[in-house]
């Protein structure tokens, strides 16, 4: 992984908190795995969860793995940015790693659904870019959807329906991506990540340039 060709930013920066979402056949995940492999700086959310390990899955690395009591005990003293409960498993983000991560310069990218993404941008607003990536067609998202392995009509059916209410939330996203070629959309949301580097607020040795300039350093 390399950053080299990209401009360095002036002085130490805060890092963000990048929040992708998407309709299932998107292709968010795709874009993702581009932006990680691109930019060394960018790391993928890592979640706390208290469903038991797979083979090579590393705890701390993959995910942080607790017992169901130590997720609670987590819950109830407020160390999660959002969590949920999914198949009879909870998943959650710690905030300590997160804030971490971002105080150290790092971007932290986020793979969650508009429930999740309204829960992070209430913890952290000043921190989160949220981007909602929306198919071509309605056509090409079912044909994505039914090429996927494993496919049945039914199945497919009731994914199309979940990406219909995944797609009514598009709003509340500080940008919009349409993936009707992958190439183009993976440049735009590059441009979006870069962008949102520069803003002010994450530029951490501006005030003191400023003030030099000022003579009041």
């Known amino acids: 992984m390399s950053n080299s060709g990209h401009p360095k930013d002036h002085g130490r920066r805060r890092g963000l908190m990048l929040v992708l979402s998407s309709p299932s056949g998107a292709g968010k995940t795709t874009l993702s795995k581009m932006l990680l ?3 060394s700086d960018v790391k993928l ?8 390990p797979r083979p090579r899955e590393v705890d701390g690395q993959d995910y942080f793995f607790r017992t169901p009591d130590q997720f609670h005990e987590m819950i109830g003293r407020r ?48 921190d989160v870019v949220s981007v909602f990536i929306l198919p071509p067609s309605i056509e090409a ?32 996203y500080d940008y919009v991506i349409v993936n009707d070629e992958l190439k183009a959309a993976y440049q735009r949301l590059k441009r979006i990540l870069l962008v949102e580097r520069l803003k002010r607020l994450r530029q951490l040795d501006l005030e003191d340039h400023v003030r030099t300039l000022l003579g009041d350093g």
């Open 141 to 172: 998202l079912e044909a994505r959807l039914a090429g996927r392995e494993g496919s049945t009509p039914e199945l497919v059916a009731r994914r199309m329906e979940d990406a219909r209410r995944e797609i009514m939330h598009w709003r509340r």
């Open 37 to 39: 492999d691109e930019f």
């Open 79 to 126: 160390e999660f940015l959002e969590w949920a409960h999914v198949f009879d498993k909870y998943y959650g983000t710690p905030r300590a790693d997160t804030v971490a991560r971002l105080e150290s310069g790092e971007d932290v990218l986020f793979d969650v659904d508009w429930q999740g993404a309204d829960a992070l941008h209430d913890q952290m607003p000043n």
């Open 45 to 52: 959310s890592i979640s706390a969860t208290t469903r038991a």
